[in-house]
């Protein structure tokens, strides 16, 4: 019998730059479960990641089946290529799979009947369910014989009513073993080339409800988990062959990392991989919402390369008890971040804006709460309405009385076979409680917040914290100064709010039809509209307000601090710009080969290693610093990233900002005496 032929894609635009680097495992968890259950001898499966690849490959290939993920960033470019596929091969059978999908049957009927080229949808975990089809396509002649029964886990539209079909829900995998390694099987050995972050699947579920997110849902609730030993031969197996790419990350997919006794076991794994194999240099996962203690060892046993993220979402009372979230006591947060702080790691929190019954008071009072509590940078979201959540309920959006705009997601769009497609998801921007208004009000607020509290400006809280001033004050201040349009960084400011409300759009017809037209398209190409934009405009403070924004805080300091302190602050600004211009890195790549040398009257430099008590003033000396790059690393850094996100200065300077910290690319200070 000749091989059933299965093409699995998790499709991604690369038409601006890679906005996602991760090795496309899901699929290969699919592929392995169906080669364990099928047989090798019975299928043969292709995975791809490049659209282009996997339609070029519909003539060369000629798959049988087409399965795609579909995700809010990618869902459009999935449809656009099951329609391609079904003109080339009418047979094809298309099979989808993933979250971008709802959760009333009416909607998933005319979600369904919207996409004619899909035969089936798998609705929930997918390897079981994938496997079970194609046990169903090799033993029948027809597909729509397939379609006689219901299939448990699959919807699918009735060829001969027109009706939706639903089959029962499987239960979830409990021993994620059985899904057989697609790393150490070798089915991934494709992607271990420079232009790929690892991705592995620790553990799946969530025993939270929130209701802004997918695994808000009671089915994603019980845990199901890899064991440690596969996972540290899956680690290994990665770490071998990621030796020679140290500036390329490690994701890990757990909801909760840290959280559990076992995520020590697995890190001290991988403290042993960075010791042998000096990677990972930086891993990206969500760490939990309990037990910082255990988070916070693992992070510090990882040579700090785990960022410890301590979500709140919101602070008003009433929110988070609409979207079922918990969180911990605030003054048991605030002794988190001091422990976070005090094993030098930043604490981060982060906000999402606006949920019901939030207010613009009752946000800037949780900003405030947040920086008393020792939080150093919040990161506050715009609320996106993922299918299959509480939020994005039609009783959520009556209730509370949703005003909600649409926009593209941060540059995924393409042209494929002549049809352009745009990935486009739809955001809450006003509620009965809080207006378009204020949302721009808080959404400023936060860009400012989140600039001048990266670590680039780490001195600035410095000054803060030694004179006894409110940091929530100060940056309310700054916020002020900057929004009045009288500094010369007012104007990043003022584009950043400008795009915020031109990238929102009534409708997602309405985007199809501005930017299917030639000039239109052209601007998304040119980086000017469709980006990320608190990335975007973070990274042009950097490129192009840098010098401004040292200016304009250190003015800020002296207006708040005695006199006879301002020649101390005074020699950490020009210590600030002397090390931390950064724009002069970026935009000039011979830059990092200059070293030079400046007369200080205060030992800045000390006093910052310090990290102690003493007040600035008591370092008062005479003393010249010997300022230079590590050349060689920075440059290593950029290569990479060049190679990995594209040309645009700005997106891969803010991708590479994501994983590498600032620090990478200050200027190192030595002391000549």
């Known amino acids: 019998m000749e091989k059933l032929r299965i093409a699995l894609g998790d499709l991604r635009h690369g038409t601006t730059g890679r906005h996602s680097i991760s090795i496309p ?69 298309c099979i989808a799979g993933g979250p971008e999908f709802p959760l009333q049957p009416e909607k998933c009927k005319q979600y369904l009947s919207m996409r004619k080229a899909i035969d089936f949808y798998v609705y929930r975990e997918g390897e079981v369910t994938f496997s079970d089809i194609i046990k169903k396509i090799i033993t029948k002649d027809e597909k729509d014989s397939i379609k006689n029964h219901p299939i448990d886990g699959v919807m699918y539209i009735s060829p001969r009513t027109g009706e939706l079909i639903i089959g029962r829900p499987l239960p979830r995998l409990e021993d994620l073993d059985k899904i057989p390694s697609p790393y150490t099987t070798g089915l991934m050995d494709h992607w271990f080339n420079g232009h790929y972050a690892p991705l592995l699947e620790t553990a799946r579920g969530c025993p939270f409800s929130c209701g802004y997110c997918f695994e808000g849902q009671a089915w994603c609730s019980p845990i199901a988990r890899f064991s440690v030993d596969r996972i540290k031969q899956e680690l290994s197996y990665i770490a071998e062959r990621m030796t020679e790419y140290p500036g390329i990350y490690l994701g890990l997919c757990d909801d909760n990392f840290g959280m559990y006794e076992r995520d020590e076991e697995i890190a001290s794994h991988l403290r042993y991989l960075q010791d042998t194999y000096h990677w990972p240099n930086n891993i990206d996962v969500a760490t939990g919402k309990q037990h910082y203690d255990r988070i916070m060892r693992i992070a510090a046993q990882l040579h700090d390369k785990l960022r410890v993220t301590c979500s709140m979402q919101s602070l008003n009372p009433e929110t988070l008890k609409i979207i079922k979230r918990v969180n911990i006591p605030i003054d048991q947060y605030a002794q988190i971040q001091e422990k976070i702080k005090r094993k ?111 670590e680039e400006y780490d001195i600035i809280r410095w000054h803060i914290k030694e004179n006894n001033i409110s940091i929530y004050d100060f940056l309310y201040e700054l916020w002020m100064l900057i929004k009045s349009g009288k500094t010369e960084c007012s104007h990043i400011y003022d584009n950043f709010l400008e795009e915020t409300q031109r990238e929102l759009w009534e409708s997602k017809e309405g985007i199809y039809k501005f930017y299917s037209q030639a000039d239109n398209y052209e601007k998304l190409l040119k980086g000017e509209s469709g980006d990320n934009l608190m990335r975007k405009y973070e990274t042009q403070m950097f490129l192009r307000g840098c010098v401004s924004l040292i200016d304009l805080a250190y003015s800020l300091l002296e207006a708040k601090c005695p006199k006879e302190i301002w020649p101390s602050l005074q020699a950490a600004r020009d210590w600030s710009l002397a090390c931390r211009n950064v724009s002069l890195v970026f935009n000039d790549a011979s830059y990092v080969r200059r070293s030079w040398n400046i007369r200080f009257r205060y030992d800045v430099c000390t006093w910052y290693k310090d990290d102690s008590s003493k007040p600035l003033m008591e370092y008062k000396k005479d003393i010249t610093y010997s300022f230079h790059y590590d050349a060689a690393h920075i440059e290593k850094i950029l290569q990479q990233a060049e190679t990995l996100f594209g040309n645009d200065k700005t997106f891969v300077i803010g991708k590479t900002l994501v994983n590498w910290s600032i620090r990478e690319f200050w200027a190192q200070c030595d002391s000549l005496g």
Not at 56 to 70: Q, S
Not at 347 to 357: K, N
Not at 369 to 390: A, D, N, P, Q
Not at 427 to 451: H, K, P, Q, W
Request: glycine share 6%; with cysteine; hydrophobic share 35%.
């Open 25 to 93: 495992v899901g699929i290969g968890y699919i592929a392995s479960y169906t080669f364990a259950k099928i047989g090798k001898e019975n299928v043969a499966i292709r995975l791809y990641d490049d659209p282009d690849v996997l339609m070029k490959d519909l003539d060369l290939f000629k798959p049988d089946v087409i399965g795609l993920t579909n995700y809010c960033w990618n869902s459009e470019l999935s449809g656009v290529v099951f329609k391609h596929a079904k003109k080339r091969l009418p047979n094809i059978i």
């Open 344 to 454: 030098g790691m930043m604490s981060t929190a982060e906000l999402i804006i606006p949920m019901p019954e939030e207010t613009r008071e009752s946000y800037f009072m949780g900003i405030k709460i947040l920086f008393e509590s020792g939080v150093e940078c919040v990161s506050t979201y715009t609320t996106m309405l993922l299918k299959s959540t509480y939020l994005d309920s039609e009783e959520c959006r009556e209730k509370y009385n949703y005003r909600t705009k649409f926009r593209i997601i941060p540059r995924q769009f393409g042209e494929y076979t002549g049809e352009k497609c745009f990935e486009v998801e739809e955001v809450c921007v006003a509620t009965n409680a809080m207006s378009i208004g204020d949302y721009l009000e808080c959404r400023g607020f936060a860009f400012v917040s989140r600039v001048i509290s990266s």
